[in-house]
């Protein structure tokens, strides 16, 4: 155990030797893996900042009842009870015709053309204020209140909440995507830069071999050399981030406030630094694990 902790502290300092002593190309590669990393923590912070403002924000959906002419006075009673009684819904208000229609000629300004009807077009109606915000939930309220008795049709604004769902849903869907690229890309950078490293010391791997050296011991350098440099480039990624959205958030913060709201785009915290800096040193590890596979069966 000993032996196998001397060997694996010798990697690691070696490592980190071969870092100080080319400060210049190792600067250029933790920045390009910072780069690849920042670019997806970026925009899945945008989304989360996004959701937690929507999820704070109180919106009552309108829902309009039409009643049929031959709707009696029991159902219009009956329904108004159902309606205070029903906990999806946040409150009911009843709006005779001959009122409807009243508000309408003040409205409108065609009192005249209105007072020369026979008979009062409009349907007696509610107005609705619903609890539930989901599109789905929505869409099954306006079924349930078509059927009760007397109702002709019931109108639902549900065209904002289908909206946003499928705006929170491409954002999700596009962070997948980019994500999935930028990991894929990553594990190809690290897999290129070990290959090279690889071809300048083939001739110090053919002799290693001949002498009995093991897969493992001569994979061990390079894959340290991986994880270190996905390691940093992880930290690099959470300080580009966070130096973007320091410069961003007052401009941020002062929009917000000329509507009168207070919103500011989050911040990586520390869950989400290990997150990261875990992420990019498993995807550096195994770019470097295939590399040195590859070329270890090409040796044998």
């Avoid at 900042?49 to 002419?69: A, G, L, T």
């Avoid at 029991?74 to 906990?87: F, I, R, V």
Wanted: glycine share 6%.
């Amino acid at each position: 155990m000993k032996h196998w902790l001397r060997l694996h502290g010798q990697s690691l300092a070696r490592t980190l030797g071969a870092l100080v002593r080319h400060p210049f190309s190792s600067a250029l590669n933790l920045l390009v893996i910072g780069i690849t990393a920042a670019l997806p923590l970026a925009l899945w912070l945008l989304i989360n900042s996004v959701s937690s403002v929507v999820s704070q924000i109180h919106i009552e959906p309108q829902i309009s009842i039409f009643m049929r002419d031959s709707a009696t006075k029991e159902d219009l009673s009956t329904l108004a009870e159902q309606l205070k009684k029903d906990p999806r819904i946040a409150s009911s208000r009843f709006i005779a015709k001959d009122e409807a229609l009243k508000e309408m000629q003040a409205s409108s300004g065609a009192a005249n053309l209105l007072a020369g009807l026979s008979e009062n077009p409009l349907p007696d109606a509610f107005i609705l204020s619903s609890k539930e915000g989901q599109a789905a939930n929505l869409e099954a309220l306006q079924k349930d209140l078509l059927s009760r008795p007397g109702v002709d049709e019931v109108q639902l604004d549900s065209a904002w909440a289908h909206r946003l769902e499928r705006l929170l849903a491409l954002g999700q869907t596009l962070f997948e995507v980019i994500a999935v690229l930028l990991a894929t890309a990553l594990t190809l950078i690290t897999g290129n830069a070990i290959r090279m490293q690889i071809l300048t010391r083939k001739e110090e791997i053919e002799v290693a071999r001949l002498i009995g050296a093991t897969d493992a011991f001569i994979r061990r350098p390079f894959i340290y050399f991986a994880m270190v440099q996905g390691l940093l480039g992880g930290l690099f990624a959470c300080a580009i981030v966070a130096g973007i959205l320091s410069h961003l958030n007052p401009a941020v913060l002062d929009l917000a406030n000329a509507y009168g709201q207070k919103f500011s785009l989050l911040s990586p915290d520390f869950s989400t630094v290990v997150i990261v800096c875990g992420l990019c040193t498993l995807l550096t590890f195994i770019g470097a694990w295939l590399a040195v596979w590859r070329h270890l069966r090409q040796f044998t």
